[in-house]
Structure formats: C-alpha cells, structure tokens
C-alpha cells in the first residue's frame, strides 16, 4: 500500500489573485488578468501584452530588507509559502532572529520548488552593468540571486526546513513535476512535510523578447489584451506571458491525522515522460502526454473513467491545443468526451514553470468547491479541438477527481492527479 499524500494548505500569487481565495474568486468569475505590459518599455516589440502580478508588496509577507536580496521569482515563493504554511497550521510564531519557523520536524521537512529562468532581471542588469561599466560595478548578489535554486534555499533559511531543499527544472513542466518528486519523497518516507509547487517571474525584454523570436507568443490581440489567450480556439495565435506561484503543503496522511490537520484533498498520482521528439515542439501524435496520463491514473490506483476533470495545458498556440486534444483521446477513447476539460491559462497566461502548481491548485479549488473552471475567450471552436472545454463560463458540478497536465520544451511531460480525501 502506498502512503497517502494530503494537502493541508495553500498559497498563490498570480495575476488573478494573490491570496487562494481571490484566485478562486476570479477562476469562477471567468476573469482575465491580462493586460499591457508596466514592468518595461515595450517599444520596438511586436508583444506588448502580459499576465503580470500588479501591486505586489513583498512586505505584506517578509522583511523589507530581506527581500531586496531576493529577485521577484523568489518574492512570490516566499509570499505563497507563508500563505501556504498559514493555511495549513504550520507557521511558528517569530523567534529572536524574526524567523517564523515550521511547526514540524525540520529534519523531516522538506521542500520541492519547480522553476524555470531563475532570477532573469539580475542576469540582464549586471549584463548591461559588465559591459556599460566594468566587472566591478556588477550587483553583488548577482550569482546567488540569479540562479534558480535561490527561491528553495531562501525558504529553508527563512522557516528552518532542514530536510531536502530541491529544484526541479523542466521547464513549463516544472511545477507538475516538482509535485510528482515531492509526492514520490514522502511516500518513500524521506519527509513527512514538503513545501512544493512553482514560480517564475520573466516579463523582462530579455524574455519576452527571446519567446516573440520564437514566434510563440500573441500578437494579435494587443489592442485587446483579454482577449489575447484564447485556448482551443480557431483563432488563437499564442500564448501569453505570466508570472507568479503556486505552493501547496504535502502531509503523509499519518502526519497530518495525527496534529488535526484540516485536510483540503489528497494528491493521489503522478505520471512524467519524454517525447524524445523535437527541442520545442510536442509529439504531434500525443503519444507521450498520453503515456504520462495513463501513468498518473494508474499510479493513483484509479481507473481512466473515474477522471471528471482534466485541467489542460492549452497554451494557445497552434500546436500544443490539437496535440493536447488527440493525447486526451488516446489515453481516454470514447471517455474523452464524457470528461470536462478547460485551461486556466485563458484567464491567468503562461506562467512558465509555476504553470502547473497554479493550474493543479484549480483543480483542487474545483474538487473543494463543486465547480468546472472555464476556458474564456472559446468562441470560435478549432474542429480538431472538439471536447468539452467549459467554455466561457464557470460550471456547476460535484468533482472527486481531477488531473492536471503540463508540457516544457524538450518534451517534458507531467501529470499528476487529485482525488477528494476521503478519511
């Protein structure tokens, strides 16, 4: 028998929302946290749209000070973890240094971050700092802040979690995967606690700039920009860049039976593959994504049809929705169509590695709250894409199990799988 994972808590900073209840809020209202780009001039680009986290003060969550050594990615790891470790009772009164240490065995706490870019913002000012002004007058902090690891380790210090501090790098799989390791640890009784999700923060020029020559991005809908992420829709053009976190609190089951926890649902399974196929591009069969799938169902000891609701990639892009949609149909067969299915994305963007904490907490949300989240902006259905994609509006409905699946460059494939928790 496999140890069962619970979740006990829950935090997210993202376009819409920067607390898990607003998030939710906006999820049921089909709102849209798309708009022009504030964090840079965006004159000379073709994309002048993004999913950015407006107003964000990092002192509503940490010390002034010690967030000016962080970059933003870490800032939203660390706000969605406080909230996270809120939510789920573990956050310890302050001590002599101002630390809010975890109420659990540091040594048997751990922690599983996904991210993709790490502190891009750095890199790029001491990159024009080198080469305007010589080596010496480069940030500082410039390596420990730039790499992606900074957000995991800065937790660590932050809350005295002294068992493994990882990072999961596979890029807009990351946060799925990140879920999937940490859930593989805790059965593997490593940990009993584990902080894990994603982040990402890159609506720099170098990245937005990097993504446009990739012709991966919208372009089409500036003028409009909530309308500009379009998932399954004939007239999609890419996706739209975000940013932000998602971070849920993992507890074996025993753990948190045993100090009372309220426990929100369980995270049952988790399937991961490699297409093996193109450095971009997915298997246009969806052979892998199919495979990962099966994997999760299987690994969470259910059947395919026991699936409600599947919260898709569906970035937007002319590739990824037809090939997400014939993945669905080769795992699944005529249940494909019974399932409800929508991507979150139209309403947040593409937030890179923390894609899949974000979009795997709607999936949770659902399960809490009786509801589909929908795909806005559906109005002209692509003939490939021919399920049912919740479109336009939220829907009504009793959900015990839903997955979540997400796809990175290099042809990473995650998928992992909730189930209502039944004590």
Known sequence: MKRKVVITGMGVVCPIGTSVEEYCASLKAGKSGIGPITAFDTAG??????????????SRWMDKKEARKMCRFTQFAVAATVDALENAGLLGEADAEGRRLVKSDPEKTGIVLG???????????????????????????TVPMMIPNEAAGNISMLFGTKGPALTQVTACASGTDALGQ????????????????????????????????????????????????????????????????????????????????????????????A????????????AGLSAALKSAVADAGLNLTDIQYYNAHGTSTEINDPVETRALKLAFGDHAYKM????????????????????????????????????????????????????????????????????????????????????
């Open 45 to 58: 680009f073709d994309v002048t749209i993004a999913g950015e986290v407006k107003d964000f003060d990092p």
């Open 115 to 141: 991210n993709g870019i790490g502190g891009f913002e750095v890199v790029s000012e001491s990159h024009k700092k080198l080469f305007d002004s010589g080596p010496k007058r480069m940030l500082p902090l």
């Open 182 to 273: 940490a859930l593989d640890l805790i059965r593997a009784g490593r940990c009993e606690v584990i902080i894990s999700g994603g982040t990402e923060a890159c609506i720099i020029p170098f990245s937005v700039g990097g993504f446009q020559m990739l012709k991966a991005l919208s372009t089409k809908r500036c003028d409009t920009p909530q309308e500009a992420s379009r998932p399954f829709d004939a007239d999609r053009d890419g996706f739209v860049l975000a940013e932000g976190a998602g971070v849920f609190i993992l507890e074996s089951e025993e753990h948190a039976k045993k100090r009372g926890a309220a426990i929100i649902a369980e995270l049952a399974g988790y399937g991961v593959t």
């Open 275 to 286: 297409d093996a196929y193109h450095i971009t591009a997915p298997d246009p069969a969806g």
């Open 340 to 423: 409800k299915i929508s991507s979150t994305k139209s309403m947040h963007g593409h937030c890179i590695a923390a894609a899949g904490a974000v979009e795997g907490m709607a999936c949770v949300l659902a399960i809490r709250d009786g509801f589909y989240p929908p795909t806005i902006n559906l109005e002209n259905p692509d003939p490939e894409c021919d399920l049912d994609y919740v479109p336009n509006k939220a829907q009504h409905g009793t959900i015990t199990v839903a997955a979540s699946g997400s796809l990175g460059f290099g042809g990473h494939n995650g998928v992992v799988v909730f189930k209502k928790y039944e004590g």
